[in-house]
């Protein structure tokens, strides 16, 4: 029996405003949560979900909750130019 991965949407606004508040490029941040800068990089466009075990990891290193950065499932982020 597999495991399931749980996955959440990701406020981009929210992710820029915490990486730009902490002083962090995408590279430094890929660094300190061990997640690829290409992942990050696609969270900051809303592109792609994220799964707990890069969410955690990633919230460590903004120093942030979870519900920090991410939407329920209801929410959606204004679609504006990024």
């Known amino acids: 029996m597999t495991k ?10 929210k992710l ?3 990486r730009d508040k902490k002083g962090l490029s995408r590279e ?3 660094q ?7 992942s990050i990089e ?3 466009r809303g592109d792609h979900r994220i799964t707990d075990n890069k969410l955690h990891p990633l919230c460590k290193a903004l120093g942030c909750n979870p519900e920090d950065i991410t939407l ?3 929410e959606e982020f204004e679609d504006e130019e990024i």
């Open 42 to 44: 696609g969270w900051e």
């Open 4 to 13: 399931e991965k749980r996955s959440s949407k990701v406020d981009p606004w």
């Open 16 to 18: 820029i405003e915490l």
């Open 32 to 38: 300190k949560s061990k997640v690829a800068s290409r």
């Open 72 to 74: 329920k499932d209801e």
């Open 28 to 30: 430094k941040l890929a």
